[in-house]
C-alpha cells in the first residue's frame, strides 16, 4: 500500500508535465524563415513562436539550399516552394525547389529551372495548380502547372518582359494570383502587367498593365479582401501607390512617401502587407530603416500616416505579421536578426518586444 500511494504523487507530475507542454505547443506558431547564404546562413530556418509572449524559439535548419530568399506554401500547407537566388543552375538560371511539408518537416520533392536568373519571388494560385516564379535579372516570368503532390510539372510558360520596353531594363519583381488574374511587378519597366488565363496559356488581360511613375520601381502590392483597392510599394522613390478598381480597370488615386521629411539619406522600399482586418496598412523602408504605418480608409482606400517604427537593426527587407495579427516580426537582413514586435490592433502601432539573431535573413513566412 505505501509503495502505491508513493507512486500516486509521481504519476500526477507526470500528468502535470504533460499537460504543460502540451498547452506549450497550443501556444507555439510555426515560422519558416528564408535567407542569403553568403553570410554564414545554411538555407531555411524554422522557429518555434509563441503567440503570448512574442517570444521565438527552437531554431532549426529546415531545409540546406543555396539563396532561399522568397519562399511560400500552397494553400493547403502540403507544399513549400523556394526560389534558388541564383545565376549559375542551369544556363544561366535560377531554381525553385519545391518541398513536401509534413509535421512542419520538409522534404525535398523536385527542383527545377525558373529559366531566368536570381528569382525573387514565387506565387501560388488560389487553387494550387499553378505557380508562378518572377526573375529579377531575367527579366521574365515562369508559370509552372502543378501535380496532385505539389510537385511542378516539366514545360512550364515562360513569359519575357524583356521585348516589353527598348529603353528600360525589365526587372519581374513580384508574380501574385488575384482571383482567375495575374498580377506581376516589373521594377525596370515601371508596370505591373496583368495576365489571365485563357485555355491551357496565360495571355495580357484586358487591362494589360497599370502604370506608375517613371522611376518608381513597384516592387511588391497587396490587395483589399473585396479587390477594390490594390496598393504598391515602390523601391525606388520609397512611395506607396493607390489604384481603386473601377470598371473593371484599376486606375491611380493617390501616392503616398514612406519616408520622414527629416530623413536625408538613400532609402528604398522593400515589402507591405495589410492587417488581416484591413484597417492598417504598413511598409518597410530599407535606409531609413523603419516600418512606415498607415490608417486605412476602409471606403475611399485612402491613407492617413499614423507612425514610423524603427526596426532595430538594418535593412528591412521582408516582414510579416502574424494570423492573430498580434504582432509584427521584421527580417533585418544586414545587421542578421529577426525582431518581433507587439501590433496595437486598435491603433495599428508597434512596441519592441524581443528579437533573435540569424545570418541574412530575407523572407518570414507563418506556418
Known amino acids: 500500500m ?5 507512486l500516486l504523487p509521481m504519476f500526477f507530475g507526470f500528468i502535470f508535465l504533460i499537460g504543460c ?30 503567440v503570448d509572449t512574442g517570444r521565438l524559439s527552437d531554431q532549426t535548419l529546415a531545409a540546406q539550399i543555396e539563396n532561399p530568399s522568397f519562399i511560400t506554401f500552397s494553400p493547403d500547407k502540403k507544399t513549400l516552394y523556394a526560389v534558388g537566388e541564383v545565376d549559375n ?5 535560377g531554381v525553385i525547389t519545391t ?12 527542383m527545377m529551372s525558373t529559366f531566368g536568373a536570381n528569382p525573387c519571388y514565387v506565387g501560388v494560385s488560389g487553387n494550387g495548380r499553378h505557380v508562378a516564379v518572377a526573375n529579377y535579372t531575367g527579366g521574365n516570368f515562369t508559370i509552372y502547372n502543378t501535380q496532385e503532390n505539389g510537385a511542378l510539372l516539366p514545360s512550364p510558360q515562360v513569359i519575357d518582359h524583356k521585348v516589353l520596353d527598348t529603353s528600360k531594363t525589365a526587372h519581374a519583381h513580384m508574380a501574385k494570383f488575384f482571383d482567375d488574374e ?16 485563357q485555355e491551357n496559356v496565360f495571355v495580357p488581360s484586358e487591362q494589360k498593365e497599370l502604370v506608375l511613375a517613371s522611376g518608381a520601381g513597384p516592387r511588391h502590392f497587396v490587395a483589399s479582401a473585396n479587390g477594390i483597392f490594390l496598393y504598391v510599394i515602390n523601391e525606388l522613390n520609397s512611395t506607396i501607390t493607390l489604384f481603386k478598381k473601377i470598371g473593371g480597370s484599376y486606375e491611380t488615386i493617390a501616392v503616398y512617401n514612406t519616408l520622414s521629411d527629416n530623413f536625408k539619406g538613400e532609402s528604398f522600399c522593400a515589402d507591405i502587407h495589410l492587417s488581416p482586418d484591413g484597417k492598417y496598412l504598413y511598409g518597410s523602408n530599407r535606409g531609413e530603416n523603419t516600418i512606415v504605418i498607415f490608417k486605412v480608409n476602409e471606403t475611399s482606400g485612402k491613407l492617413a500616416l499614423v507612425a514610423r517604427e524603427p526596426v532595430k537593426g538594418d535593412w528591412p527587407r521582408n516582414f510579416t505579421i502574424d494570423p492573430s495579427g498580434s504582432y509584427v516580426l521584421v527580417a533585418n537582413q544586414r545587421s542578421n536578426n529577426i525582431v518581433v514586435f507587439k501590433r ?10 524581443n528579437e533573435v539573431d540569424l545570418p541574412s535573413p530575407v523572407c518570414l513566412k507563418f506556418y
Open 344 to 353: 496595437d490592433i486598435e491603433k495599428g502601432t508597434l512596441s519592441f518586444i
Open 99 to 110: 518541398f513536401d511539408v509534413k509535421d512542419t518537416v520538409l522534404t525535398k520533392l523536385d
Open 21 to 50: 507542454d502540451m498547452d506549450k505547443n497550443t501556444n507555439d506558431a510555426i515560422l519558416f524563415v528564408g535567407t542569403y547564404t553568403k553570410n554564414g546562413s545554411e538555407g531555411i530556418y524554422r522557429f518555434n513562436f509563441n
Open 182 to 197: 495575374l498580377f506581376v511587378a516589373d521594377l525596370g519597366l515601371d508596370r505591373i502587367k496583368k495576365y489571365s488565363k
Open 89 to 93: 543552375y542551369k544556363d544561366g538560371s
Open 2 to 6: 505505501k509503495s502505491k500511494i508513493f
